[in-house]
């Protein structure tokens, strides 16, 4: 295997017909890292991850949830992300929630300052069941007729974003605030799918390191249609930095292919490693960011 450095500046190097400039893509391309939410009340984690991600993310998605364990209100920690000084967006699920419920958490987001949110369908829970009362597509209605709500005048109107796969997309989310497709390990079944749809705002691609080969056999049995090459999970086992290196190489492709607007990258345990590799390579010279 090549050295890590001298393979990302090879991806960086290439170029396509339909490749945008490096500057211009570097103006337009927002990275968004998902953290690891606390499971217990303790938001230490939290704050280094965004510490350590701040140079090359641009804003960070904070799970609600996650996996159907209970943590930490994904209302709240986007409101300490922003505390730190960096951009939050909240995902609320739909499996967790009734209208009552829902409208608190609108409340409680508009009182911290949170205007982002992903709305998810969410995993099977680890306890108790569904809801089964609200939707995806009803939660965006909700947020919609939130604007018209004289409680909400003077604030900045909510953003609502939905999660796609790789197929075709329902009506209803095509008018959503931004998309976030299907996590991929294919940077040519992404622009397939980019190329046949059309969505009305940002659309972000899914970007997961790959941990470890028991990893890759757990997404192919949860993720529908997901394809992990056999030669990544290989080298993987031969080399747990490998999967680091496959995803900022992703995260690279993409941002050269000028089909998106940006990733969703999801670093798991291994940020430090994401961050290291991508700083020099992502962005340009900045001012460091302190929180």
């Known amino acids: 295997m090549t050295s890590t450095g001298a393979s990302l500046r090879a991806t960086t190097s290439r170029s396509t017909a339909d490749a945008v400039t490096e500057s211009d893509s570097r103006r337009r391309f927002e990275v968004i890292c998902e953290v690891e939410p606390p499971t217990r009340p303790d938001l230490t984690r939290v704050r280094h991850q965004i510490g350590v991600l701040s140079h090359v993310a641009d804003s960070f998605l904070i799970p609600d949830n996650h996996i159907g364990r209970a943590t930490v209100s994904s209302v709240a920690v986007a409101h300490e992300v922003q ?18 419920g829902f409208r608190r958490d609108l409340l409680t987001a508009a009182a911290y300052g949170v205007d982002r949110f992903l709305y998810v369908y969410g995993d099977k829970p680890s306890a108790g069941g569904r809801t089964s009362e609200l939707t995806v597509q009803a939660m965006i209605e909700e947020t919609r007729a939130a604007a018209e709500d004289p409680m909400f005048t003077g604030l900045a109107p909510f953003r609502a974003g939905v999660t796609c796969g790789l197929r075709a997309v329902p009506a209803w989310k095509t008018a959503a605030d931004f998309v976030f497709a299907q996590v991929s390990y294919s940077l040519e079944s992404l622009l397939r799918w980019r190329e046949s749809v059309q969505v009305s705002g940002p659309v972000y691609a899914g970007v997961m390191v790959l941990a470890s080969a028991a990893m890759a056999r757990n997404l192919a049995g949860t993720i529908h249609d997901i394809d992990i090459p056999e030669d990544l999970v290989t080298a993987v086992e031969r080399d747990r930095n490998a999967g680091v290196e496959a995803a900022c190489q992703q995260v690279l492709a993409i941002r050269d292919s000028g089909a998106f607007n940006g990733v969703h990258l999801v670093p798991v345990s291994r940020y430090r490693q994401v961050a290291a590799l991508l700083e020099t390579e992502l962005r340009p010279p900045r001012e460091s960011w302190r929180p």
Do not use: E, H, K, Y
Not at 87 to 94: E, F, T, V, Y
């Open 83 to 100: 505390a730190m000084g960096a951009r939050g967006i909240a995902c609320l699920n739909s499996r967790d929630r009734n209208l009552l």
